[in-house]
């Protein structure tokens, strides 16, 4: 929710400070589909019955990185897009040091995913925060009014870096299209 809300900021802005929906539909992705496809496995694994499945902490840690080397290969292409790289990539240390499993404040954790956290210890890619936890600063302990998640200091950072882009990119002017110009005396 968290980062939909922060794509909608940027076309907010964007569209207000004289930008132009169009320049947002000409942007050209390289492999769409590996993002797209990234973001849906991990919500998958996250709201589904998969996340019962041990295993798919894993996929989780697949998918984080599919994200990290999607965006490091749009960093030219995209300008601020390396926020959300650096958002992606913080995540991507902390749960990968925590064995496949993102740490989540005790606190936050009671309203997270309906408690079932609390009673089980882990749940999916989540773990609760403890002493047996590294890297909790990177985890999710931060609290946004009025969304009910928990939020990572790398979550921040991505949804920063997509507002960003979307703000960019609505006020970025189109590249010409490539003028093919036909030789003379062929």
């Given amino acids: ?54 295993a798919a902490r894993y996929i989780y840690v697949l998918t984080l990185a599919l994200i990290v080397l999607w965006t490091v290969w749009h960093v030219k292409l995209l300008p601020g897009i390396w926020l959300v790289t650096a958002g992606a990539l913080s995540n991507l240390v902390v749960v990968a040091v925590n064995g496949g499993r993102m740490p989540v ?6 309203t997270e995913l309906g408690g079932v956290l609390v009673q089980r210890g882990h749940i999916g890619q989540y773990t609760l925060m403890g ?12 609290s946004i009014w009025p969304l009910p998640q928990a939020y990572s200091p790398g979550d921040l950072l991505i949804a920063v870096g997509l507002a960003l882009v979307v703000l960019v990119a609505v006020h970025r002017t189109p590249e010409p299209e490539a003028i093919l110009e036909k030789p003379e005396n062929v």
């Fill in 105 to 110: 404040a005790l606190e936050l954790a009671r």
């Fill in 131 to 142: 002493a047996d936890t590294s890297l909790n600063g990177l985890g999710d302990w931060l």
């Fill in 1 to 54: 929710m968290l980062w939909l809300l922060a794509i909608a900021f940027g076309l907010l802005l964007g569209l207000f400070g004289g930008g132009n929906l169009s320049n947002l539909a000409r942007l050209k992705f390289r492999w769409p589909w590996v993002l797209v496809g990234a973001v849906v496995v991990r919500e998958a694994v996250t709201f589904t019955p998969l996340s019962r499945i041990d």
